[in-house]
């Protein structure tokens, strides 16, 4: 039985051309979007109660200058305001308490009350950093009811010490509006009357747009959008009025779907302590089968993987591996893993192994061909860069590629494996180069040159040289220069 | 008694002086050099490379093998070169996209990379090793035929005394005027030969 919908919240006097809104059933299709804005996020993030009577604050950055982005009942009683700068605040009052914004732990929190609000509905959609968006149409049924389930969101909210907003309306972005307006429910029929109401603030625009309007004498969201359309696209930008017909409903909006995050996590206690990784290797692959079978299952997989040693009496030893290419392959994350463990000694014998992995990424598995038996060289390339790395770090492999710079010292550059470097054409240069130029007791034999290279004086490494092709009394070609300041001369390669 | 004879000299690792090699070869990009070699470099195994000097042309002589392999899509490898491989001269060689530096700072570690690489299907690595023992020739030799790939290995001329279970043996100098000296030391099913090469871009 469809419930009917409750009363929007009592609207200011609505103009005469305006519909008076109507309580009507809802039908059992209607999208509804619930918005919940957290304004008190940056203070609860850091496990603080919003309404705590202690005056707090949480300020944005360090200094004395850092404007407050949340506070506490307390300091609001208080009489500190969002926006006021932290000096002018504990002016203020004395016992007030500031702390530092985290916007890490914002977001994972975030994330988190993403993940909690799927019980509610499929679809969830932050809009950070403080607003999460669900879409409850569908769910009405199941949970009794529009107002049971509003009842019910607000409840929760309140359980978990949250101070929430909570607005329902037909479109995301007017629930989204309203929300932040402090208005708890949109109604589809006179959607457009209810959101003219709202205050310019609503919309969050840039301080100069927003100082461009209040010159205007414009102040509710009704003024802004009964100025022209095209003398407001024109002066604002289309996307002011995009966001006005989506409010609507005129024009759809495409938002991004919440997903948890998968990762893997397992733990292995050892039968006996054992010290030598050869023989821990044997439970370690057992984790490593564990890990492939869950990224098989999501049809995902991982781009690094941490195996953590835990001692009787010491503190674990971690060992983090990072793959260059998102795989799920057991025999590659195997070889990958003994590689690293043959390098490594434990400072104490290991009582339990644990093995977690990255989030879980979607990948493209490589498609068995019926032809060709030799896997891709980029795929061939990866696997062997990943083994190198495995055993000697991260940093001892590398390509090399021409930089675009006129000192030769400079010329080249460490790039990652697989990214195609220009073959440009060069003067001749050497194919081995001294990183330090190495200094020459008298004039070599030169058999050709000079090529004059003055650059980097608009930096440090300034340099004038000559340089020249000189040939060794054994036979030798060197690349040599004479250094204009000092004269001297210098090799700086050879052609090998 | 002939039978078991001619099985014994089809076996692949029994080869014999003044019959052509069956593998396939890669042109050396110098007619004599080919000639002397017997239809170009080897396709696969160990090949030293003796040399006195740095900058004697060692790895003039073998960047057209080099920028085969690299166009056939294969990786050349560096490991532990002992100075810097300087990208701008790298980049009209034509292989540097296909190059991977390796620098481990060990001998240990630097013969398992060679090892690893050439048994992962590396077109050529080149390693320079601090005294190598017979062993460690003999286990690139082995991983070189394994991944079907080159091992390039420089040593100075000093070491031509020394036994080595290479394929190829070379030593390069620098002609006395102009171009390079190649001596073939080793060269399996070839007499050794010395082959001068005027390369216009040794002058």
Redesign the interface.
């Known amino acids: 039985m469809p419930q009917p919908l409750p009363l929007p919240l009592p609207l200011p006097p609505a103009p005469a051309n305006q519909a008076a809104p109507a309580a009507r059933p809802h039908r059992k299709s209607t999208r509804c979007w619930a918005a919940i804005e957290l304004p008190a996020l940056p203070l609860e993030a850091l496990g603080e109660r919003a309404d705590n009577a202690q005056p707090i604050a949480v300020i944005e950055g360090v200094t004395p200058r850092a404007p407050l982005v949340a506070l506490s009942a307390g300091a609001r009683a208080a009489g500190l305001y969002i926006g006021m700068t932290a000096s002018a605040a504990g002016a203020r009052i004395d016992n007030l308490s500031l702390r530092t914004r985290d916007l890490a732990r914002e977001a994972a929190m975030l994330d988190r009350l993403a993940a909690w609000s799927q019980r509610f509905t499929s679809v969830v959609s932050p809009e950070p950093p403080a607003m999460l968006l669900l879409e409850i149409g569908g769910s009405f049924k199941l949970f009794g009811g529009i107002e049971t389930l509003r009842k019910r969101l607000k409840a929760e909210l309140a359980a978990q010490g949250l101070a929430a907003q909570l607005a329902l309306a037909p479109t995301p972005r007017a629930a989204l509006w309203l929300a932040r307006a402090g208005m708890e429910m949109g109604d589809a029929h006179g959607l457009a009357g209810q959101l003219g109401t709202l205050p310019l603030a609503t919309l969050r625009l840039p301080e100069r747009t927003a100082r461009d309007f209040e010159r205007l004498g414009v102040r509710t969201l009704r003024e802004v959008f009964r100025l022209p359309r095209d003398g407001l696209a024109r002066r604002f930008g289309p996307a002011l009025l995009r966001d006005w017909d989506r409010a609507l409903g005129q024009l759809p909006e495409a938002r991004r779907q919440w997903q948890a995050e998968h990762h893997f996590a397992a733990e292995r206690e050892l039968p006996i302590a054992l010290h030598e990784t050869g023989r821990i290797e044997v439970f370690v692959n057992d984790l490593i089968a564990e890990l492939a079978a869950a990224l098989r299952r999501h049809d995902a997989g991982i781009d690094s993987l941490t195996l953590v040693f835990e001692h009787s009496r010491l503190p674990p030893t971690a060992v983090r591996l990072r793959l260059l290419a998102i795989s799920r392959d057991l025999a590659h994350l195997q070889r990958l893993v003994h590689t690293r463990l043959e390098r490594l000694h434990l400072p104490a014998a290991a009582v339990a192994i644990r093995l977690h992995s990255g989030f879980f990424k979607s990948m493209i598995p490589d498609a068995a061909t019926l032809l060709e038996t030799?896997p891709e060289?980029a795929a061939?390339?990866t696997?062997?860069?990943e083994?190198?790395r495995a055993?000697?770090g991260r940093a001892?492999?590398?390509?090399?590629?021409?930089?675009a710079d006129p000192r030769p010292e400079y010329?080249?550059?460490?790039v990652e494996?697989g990214i195609?470097?220009?073959?440009?054409?060069?003067p001749?240069?050497?194919?081995?180069?001294?990183?330090k130029p190495r200094p020459l007791s008298e004039r070599p034999r030169l058999?050709s040159g000079p090529e004059r290279i003055e650059a980097g004086w608009w930096s440090e490494g300034a340099l004038g040289r000559d340089y020249y092709i000189a040939r060794?009394p054994?036979?030798?070609?060197?690349w040599v220069y004479r250094e204009h300041r000092s004269e001297r001369w210098f090799l700086h390669?050879?052609?090998? | 008694m002939k039978t078991a004879l001619n099985t014994l000299l089809a076996r692949p690792d029994i080869w014999r002086g003044g019959f052509p090699r069956q593998d396939a070869a890669v042109a050396t990009g110098h007619a004599d050099l080919d000639a002397a070699l017997g239809g170009g470099w080897p396709a696969r195994g160990l090949i030293e490379v003796l040399h006195e000097t740095h900058g004697g042309g060692e790895l003039t002589v073998l960047a057209p093998l080099l920028g085969t392999l690299a166009a056939a899509g294969r990786q050349i490898v560096f490991v532990d070169p002992p100075f810097l491989p300087y990208a701008p001269a790298l980049a009209s060689q034509g292989f540097i996209n296909q190059l991977l530096l390796v620098q481990t700072g060990s001998d240990t570690d630097s013969l398992w990379t060679a090892e690893t690489c050439l048994r992962a299907g590396c077109g050529a690595v080149l390693c320079w090793l601090d005294r190598p023992t017979h062993r460690a020739l003999r286990r690139l030799q082995l991983a070189a035929e394994d991944g079907e790939a080159l091992a390039l290995l420089f040593r100075p001329l000093r070491a031509a005394g020394l036994p080595s279970p290479a394929v190829l043996r070379l030593a390069v100098q620098p002609g006395h005027e102009t171009g390079l000296i190649v001596n073939l030391l080793k060269c399996r099913s070839r007499p050794a030969a010395s082959v001068c090469l005027p390369d216009p871009a040794f002058a």
């Open positions: 030799r060289p061939e390339r696997a062997l860069v083994t190198l055993r000697l001892a492999v590398c390509s090399l590629a021409p930089a010329a080249w550059q460490r494996p195609q470097a220009s073959e440009a054409i060069w001749r240069r050497p194919i081995w180069l001294l990183q058999i060794t054994v036979g030798a070609q060197w390669g050879y052609f090998a």
